[in-house]
């Protein structure tokens, strides 16, 4: 019970209090400054609807202020009160229309829309009550050093005419009791305004989490499609290739054995093509064993595995790589695997003239950018090598982006989470953005 005294005793100068009083008035300020303008949007929205394009023009740009005011409040929110909101909009993939549409059926756009529509209300209310309940606490608390001299010789506070004496008595107890109270109310309605931005300007607790089990599912069914595709590819491969060549080594060993007895010369013409085939085989399965998982990449790291690539291909490589630690090997593995996918597409489709490697390891992220001049065009969705890297990537919670407009340059970006380094040391350079050119 003494604790509790103590507590609401000091409520009124606590830090606390001070910071939801300011969250508040800072609050008001930002719905007067910041949501009006979208407030008049929707309603120019409605009224001029009879006016099809200049109702749709207005609408456009609601959409576009409310996105851009939403991030602001979001970093007010975090700057004020200490708020930490996620920003609930998910980055959406393919053309500006099926992304456009994707945004008007996304409920976080309404909600964030909701909210600048409720902003100015509330701000408002809020900031009534809880400046209101001060300076009443204040006014009463302090009646009797004025009240008997005062022209009237009372005050009047609301309905409630107070004499001096018995009743300015009373008056200040109900003065002190609001200035008590009035720290709770600050907090009490500095909480709501907190927990309606959370509600509308996040993606919500149980939503992050539904979206966090889509997207596992999704990387789960990606991740076992690009296994059996992978596998169906060995098969192929072993079926089509090694499997071939040994069946005609064995084809002419069999023959050099019979003519190895009555025709030596005919016999030897064999043995020499079955040792061209044996060597043949021996490559192939080499190269497919470089294809499962290359051993320079588990004995050197990623560094020498990605100039092997760059050396191998057959156009211009420059490889950048600034990495210092060695990563996990399942990071190492898609991250060689990116570069090897892209850099195959970049010699087979893109008509490029050279191309670019860059990895960098930022501290929190395997960055891994393959870059080059050519005519452009490549999409996730048009290709199954750049969606079976996606699908890679997402297995480990990471990013996977392509930007090849029609003409080039073309981009591929995967950002491959790493854990935190034991002794980071200093900051490595930031990675470049997306679409970058060599």
Not at 285 to 294: F, I, K, M, N, T
Not at 420 to 432: K, N, V, W
Request: aromatic share 4%.
């Amino acid at each position: 019970m003494p604790r509790a005294v103590g507590q609401a005793l000091v409520a009124p100068v606590a830090p606390r209090t001070h910071v939801a009083l300011v969250h508040l008035v800072l609050d008001l300020a930002s719905a007067c400054l910041l949501s009006t303008p979208i407030l008049f949007l929707a309603v120019l929205s409605v009224v001029t609807l009879p006016f099809i394009p200049v109702s749709v023009i207005c609408f456009l740009c609601l959409l576009v202020a409310a996105r851009l005011v939403g991030h602001i409040e979001r970093f007010r929110l975090a700057a004020v009160p200490g708020v930490l909101i996620t920003n609930p909009h998910r980055p959406l993939d393919g053309p500006w229309a099926r992304r456009g549409f994707g945004r008007l059926r996304s409920a976080a756009t309404w909600k964030e829309i909701g909210y600048h529509l409720v902003h100015l209300p509330k701000a408002v209310v809020f900031v009534a009550v809880a400046l209101g309940t001060w300076a009443l606490g204040l006014a009463l608390a302090t009646l009797p050093l004025y009240v008997g001299r005062v022209p009237a010789g009372r005050a009047t506070v609301l309905w409630w005419d107070i004499e001096p004496g018995a009743e300015a008595a009373v008056a200040c107890a109900v003065g002190v009791g609001l200035l008590l109270t009035a720290p709770w109310v600050t907090r009490g309605l500095s909480r709501l305004t907190v927990g309606m931005a959370e509600g509308l300007l996040g993606g919500g607790e149980a939503e992050v989490l539904r979206e966090r089990v889509g997207d596992l599912e999704a990387s789960r069914a990606g991740v076992v499609d690009a296994a059996e595709a992978e596998r169906r590819r060995i098969e192929r491969d072993l079926h089509d290739g090694a499997q071939q060549r040994l069946v005609a080594l064995a084809m002419s060993l069999g023959l050099a054995r019979e003519k190895l007895d009555h025709d030596p010369a005919a016999a030897r013409a064999l043995i020499d093509e079955a040792h061209r085939e044996a060597k043949n085989a021996l490559v192939e399965l080499r190269d497919l064993a470089r294809g499962l998982h290359p051993p320079v990449l588990t004995d050197r790291g990623l560094t020498a595995a990605v100039a092997g690539l760059a050396s191998r291909a057959p156009l211009p490589v420059e490889v950048d790589v600034r990495v210092e630690r060695r990563c996990p090997p399942s990071i190492e593995g898609i991250a060689y695997f990116v570069i090897s996918e892209s850099l195959t597409n970049v010699a087979r489709h893109s008509g490029a003239l050279r191309a670019r490697v860059l990895v960098v390891d930022t501290g929190l992220a395997l960055v891994v950018e393959v870059s080059d001049d050519g005519v452009g065009g490549a999409h996730t969705e048009r290709g199954s090598g750049l969606r079976g890297l996606a699908d890679r990537v997402a297995a480990v919670d990471g990013s996977f982006r392509v930007a090849s407009p029609t003409g080039g340059p073309t981009s591929v970006r995967a950002e491959l989470p790493l854990p935190a380094a034991p002794d980071a040391g200093p900051t490595p350079p930031a990675a470049p953005t997306p679409g970058e050119g060599p």
